[in-house]
C-alpha cells in the first residue's frame, strides 16, 4: 500500500472558484503533514504545514483528521497562477524523512 | 532569503559512471537530504544526514549510493556506477524543522 495516496486528476478549476482535494496516509504513526507545491520540472516548495486543529493562509486551508488519516486542502477564489501540482507529504516526526503523495494537479483555467 | 543550492543543474553521463552530485544546505541547517524523482512520478526520500552520519536511508539507497558533507558547507550524493533507471530529477533538502528544497540536478545516463 502506498503510503500516502492522492488522486492526480487533472482538477479544472476556473478562476474564482473553490477546489477542494484531500490525501490519505497509511501510516499511523506520522506525526507531521505538509501541504508543498510543485510547479512542472520544479522543486518541491513548502506550502503550508498542516496542523491537527486545522490551519489556514491566506486563501489556503488545510485540514487534518486522524482517526480517518486523512489531510485535505482547500483553495478558495483560485487564481492562474496557483496552477501547479499539490504534493501531500506525511513524516513520522520532524526532521525525519518525508514521504510524498503523487500529487493533484491543479489547472487554473480564465 | 537563504536557499539551498545544487550543482549542476543538468549532468549527462554513461551508463556505469560515476556522479557526484553536490548541494550547498541553508546555513544554519544542521538535518540534510536527498530524494528523486523519476519523470511523471512521486518524490522519492533516499537517505537523511545528521551530525556528520547517516540517520535514515530507503531501499533505493543501495551500495552504488554513497553521501558526504566534505567540509562545513557542501554536502554530496554520489553514485558510483550509474545506471539506465538512476535517470531522474535528485533533489537536495535541508532542514532545522521544515524541509526546504534545492532546485534539483536532472541526471540522464544514457
Known amino acids: 500500500r502506498k503510503e500516502v495516496e492522492q488522486d492526480p486528476g487533472p482538477f479544472n478549476v476556473p478562476e474564482g472558484a473553490t477546489v477542494a482535494f484531500n490525501c490519505t496516509y497509511s501510516n499511523s504513526a506520522s506525526q507531521s503533514f505538509f501541504w508543498y507545491r510543485q510547479d512542472c520540472r520544479k522543486e518541491p516548495k513548502l506550502l503550508m504545514s498542516?496542523?491537527?486543529s486545522g490551519n489556514e493562509d491566506g486563501r489556503f486551508t488545510a485540514q487534518l483528521n486522524r482517526a480517518s488519516q486523512y489531510i485535505s486542502l482547500l483553495i478558495r477564489d483560485s487564481k492562474l497562477s496557483d496552477s501547479a501540482t499539490y504534493l501531500c507529504v506525511a513524516s513520522p516526526y520532524g526532521n525525519n524523512r518525508l514521504a510524498f503523495g503523487k500529487g493533484n494537479q491543479v489547472v487554473v483555467i480564465p | 532569503e537563504p536557499e539551498v543550492t545544487q550543482t549542476p543543474s543538468h549532468q549527462v553521463t554513461q551508463m556505469g559512471q560515476e556522479v557526484i552530485l553536490r548541494c550547498v544546505p541553508i546555513?544554519?541547517?544542521?538535518?540534510f537530504y536527498w530524494y528523486r524523482q523519476i519523470l511523471g512520478q512521486k518524490v522519492e526520500f533516499l537517505v537523511s544526514?545528521?551530525?556528520?552520519?547517516?540517520?535514515?536511508k530507503s531501499e533505493i539507497f543501495d551500495d552504488q549510493f554513497s553521501v558526504e558533507r566534505p567540509d562545513g558547507s557542501n554536502f554530496t550524493l554520489k553514485i558510483r556506477s550509474t545506471k539506465l533507471e538512476d535517470s531522474a530529477m535528485y533533489f537536495c533538502a535541508s532542514s532545522d524543522n521544515e524541509q526546504f528544497f534545492g532546485p534539483g540536478t536532472r541526471l540522464t545516463v544514457l
Open positions: 498542516v496542523y491537527s
Open positions: 544526514f545528521y551530525n556528520n552520519e547517516i540517520s535514515e
Open positions: 546555513s544554519n541547517h544542521l538535518y
